[in-house]
């Protein structure tokens, strides 16, 4: 059984930092994208960033460029976000998914991805 499980959310201050993990059990990505995806109370999900787990190669929303970057441990089967310069705006349950995406165009959808964790809740105060 495939499982993704989030960790790391919480409560900071605007211009603080969170590290967010998912850590996947049950099989090998080794030809998937992992995503984050995030979603505000009333807001639709949004991507925020993407990493093809073989190679590495990453993919980020123009609201987080700069700021956060997404990585992943493969000896570890884990995936992370690190927030910088957090904003009361990046308040979201964040999500990771994963999925096998054909072409970084597609990376944003969130229906092409085959996998969810259950979410970490991410609160910035300003």
């Known amino acids: 059984q495939v499982q993704l499980v989030e960790s790391g959310g919480g409560l900071v201050q605007a211009g603080g930092s969170l590290r967010l993990s998912c850590a996947v059990s049950?099989?090998?990505?080794?030809?998937?994208?992992m995503g984050w995806f995030r979603q505000a109370p009333g807001k639709e999900r949004e991507f925020v960033a993407a990493?093809?787990?073989?190679?590495?190669?990453?993919y980020y929303a123009d609201s987080v460029k700069g700021r956060f970057t997404i990585s992943r441990d493969v000896a570890k089967n884990t995936a992370y976000l690190q927030m910088n310069s957090l904003k009361p705006e990046d308040t979201a349950v964040y999500s990771c998914?994963?999925?096998?995406?054909?072409?970084?165009?597609?990376?944003?959808?969130?229906?092409?991805?085959?996998?969810w964790g259950q979410g970490t809740q991410v609160t910035v105060s300003s």
């Open positions: 998914a994963a999925g096998r995406v054909y072409g970084s165009a597609y990376l944003r959808a969130a229906s092409l991805y085959d996998y």
């Open positions: 049950g099989r090998t990505f080794s030809s998937y994208h």
């Open positions: 990493i093809r787990w073989s190679g590495g190669s990453t």
